[in-house]
């Protein structure tokens, strides 16, 4: 496994602060509001665009691809055979394609690709596998588009960033061909809450908590109908053997950081190419920070020289 470990001094720039202060009124609203409804609740993650800076350059295109609706991504001159299959964070509840279309920009033309962001069924109107049923479904008309499997990437962040890791497990019960890589931002995979670092962090962590996650495990998993242990909906539980080249990332401050170090251990051990990276003084899915601090910056550089390589 290749570790990155941050080049940056501990303690965030001052641009990354947004990241936070996002984080952290969203929290004020979230404890302040017991009667949240649904709706409202995914209108104040719709925000989480805010933090990144538009990239130029990029057009953007609604389409439906294999049945699941979302937004391409198309930076100018991008080389068009080479696909970003991109799943948004938000506990599969929360998060869009419309939330996420910036830092997918931004990603999709630092390595000079094609992104196409899903706006994959939701818990908890649709519980698991839904997510994932439709993630193998766009990445199925991907390859009947003419794209090589080789040259698609599944990427995601948090919950999003499960799904990257599940698609491709589920594509391999299903003999079919993989991605040629797998990116995930901060991934949330441990449908169990055992994480050590769910404790340790909770202080430094502006979001993510035990009673949050709780509410989004149940709404995913049907209210504890499915097994937290299920491979495809923890892949703290797969088989990694055979795995595509894998990129992981995380900020230190965040209560997931556990999930990511855990995920890179076990695919190492079943003879991945791993790379991970976790970055001083960074929030979950700090990468949402791409053109307005030089720690997500770095990070989306270091990825892409990791893709070319």
Excluded: C
């Amino acid at each position: 496994m290749t570790t990155t470990p941050s080049t940056r001094p501990a303690g965030a720039s001052a641009e990354s602060d947004a990241l936070r202060a996002l984080y952290a009124d969203w929290s004020e609203i979230i404890a302040t509001t017991p009667d949240l409804t649904m709706r409202l609740f995914r209108s104040i993650f719709d925000e989480w665009h805010q933090p990144t800076r538009e990239p130029e350059d990029v057009t953007y295109r609604e389409e439906t691809v294999g049945g699941v609706p979302g937004i391409w991504v198309l930076p100018i001159g991008a080389d068009t055979s080479k696909v970003l299959l991109y799943t948004h964070g938000g506990g599969f509840a929360v998060g869009s394609a419309s939330s996420h279309r910036k830092l997918a920009g931004q990603v999709a033309k630092a390595l000079g690709v094609t992104a196409f962001v899903l706006d994959y069924r939701r818990a908890p109107e649709h519980p698991h596998p839904a997510q994932v049923e439709d993630g193998v479904a766009a990445f199925t008309a991907l390859t009947q588009r003419g794209i090589a499997p080789a040259d698609i990437t599944t990427i995601g962040d948090s919950a999003g960033g499960n799904l990257a890791v599940a698609i491709p497990l589920a594509l391999r019960e299903q003999g079919r061909p993989l991605p040629g890589r797998v990116i995930a931002f901060s991934p949330w995979l441990d449908m169990e809450n055992a994480g050590e670092t769910l404790i340790s962090n909770a202080a430094t962590d502006a979001l993510v908590n035990v009673q949050l996650l709780e509410g989004m495990i149940a709404g995913v998993l049907a209210g504890g109908a499915i097994d937290p242990k299920t491979p495809l909906s923890n892949p703290l539980y797969a088989d990694f053997t055979g795995f595509p080249k894998l990129y992981i990332n995380a900020g230190s401050l965040e209560t997931l950081v556990d999930n990511a170090t855990r995920l890179a251990d076990k695919a190492e051990a079943a003879g991945v190419d791993v790379t991970l990276t976790v970055v001083e003084g960074m929030q979950h899915v700090f990468p949402f920070l791409a053109g307005s601090a030089p720690e997500a910056d770095d990070e989306i550089a270091a990825i892409a020289k990791w893709y070319r390589g």
